[in-house]
């Protein structure tokens, strides 16, 4: 980082090809679509390049990089929807379905729709946890919350999803709701 | 870590799911060894299992060979103020080397400026003192020229 601050376009280019991979994928799941999320992948990466001077060695790297494009993520969902509040967003339970017997597709859909309903922080808790596998501690410091408060978000936040899920979770795992 | 008890794998299902790998590794053990002995959190293993499940039906998100280009190109094309405008005029090396050196140069020229002594400004004053009734006798001189020739 002290090069890329120095101006060093090298070492610049190696946080990228070491990195945007896994942050694109980062962005795409918490803003929902693929353009929107590049579109944070680049001004992420247009900040690192702008701001690395501000980077203290107090945070890695990746955490750093993972904080600036949650914020651009935000900025561009505050865009996107800007009368709808993130944290009092009410899932809506899909059980009632007519058409029960979803494909894998229509499932996936489904996830994706409930993920996006879900508050802003519980979203990013699950994001990093399971997707992104960050540990609980790296998460917790991207969020800037203590361990035990991402716990509790990420407690939420799928209690949530088996709550608004319920429908699909049958036809996917074979149950009854 | 040996003080994980059964509620607190409880806590562990809820928040990380049912794959011990996401567990925070401090815990990880030790929760494995509680699971085995008690039965009863097979239920609450399931339930955390089907969440997981659900979440990895989303697709792996692919990644983007064009965005990595124009990634890279950004310190080609985004400059981020008059240091990198700097940079692009002196690629030899860091820029802040020759800014910082015009700018010890201009101070030198400023403090030498001030400090030397002010001959210049007596002569001036005496040049002027030397020209001025010059300048007034001609004018006074057009003037009466002016008054003479006026109709």
Known sequence: MPRIAEGDPVAYRALVDRHSDRLLAFAERLVGDRASAEDVVQDSYLAVWRSAARWTPAAKVSTWLYRIARNAALDQLRRRRPTVDPETVVLVDPGDRPDRQLSSRQTAAVVRGALDALPERQRTAIVLVHYDRRSGAEAADILGVSVEALESLLARGRRALRAALDGPRADLIGGEP | ?151
């Open chain 2, 1 to 151: 870590m040996n003080d994980v008890t059964a509620d607190r794998v409880r806590a562990l299902l809820e928040a990380y799911g049912a794959d011990p790998g996401r567990w925070p590794e401090a815990e990880r053990d030790a929760a494995r060894r509680v699971m085995a002995v008690v039965p009863a959190l097979a239920a609450e293993v399931a339930a955390a299992a089907e969440v997981d499940i659900l979440l990895d039906t989303l697709p792996d998100p692919a990644s983007s060979p064009a965005l990595r280009v124009s990634l890279k190109d950004i310190p080609d094309h985004a400059r981020s103020g008059w240091l990198d405008r700097l940079a692009a005029l002196w690629p030899f090396e860091a820029p802040w080397r020759p800014a910082a050196g015009l700018v010890a140069a201009a101070v030198v020229g400023i403090l030498v400026g001030v400090s030397m002594p002010e001959v210049g400004t007596a002569d001036a004053a005496e040049t002027l003192a030397f020209h001025d009734p010059v300048a007034d006798a001609a004018a006074m001189a057009s003037g009466a020229s002016a008054l003479e020739f006026r109709p």
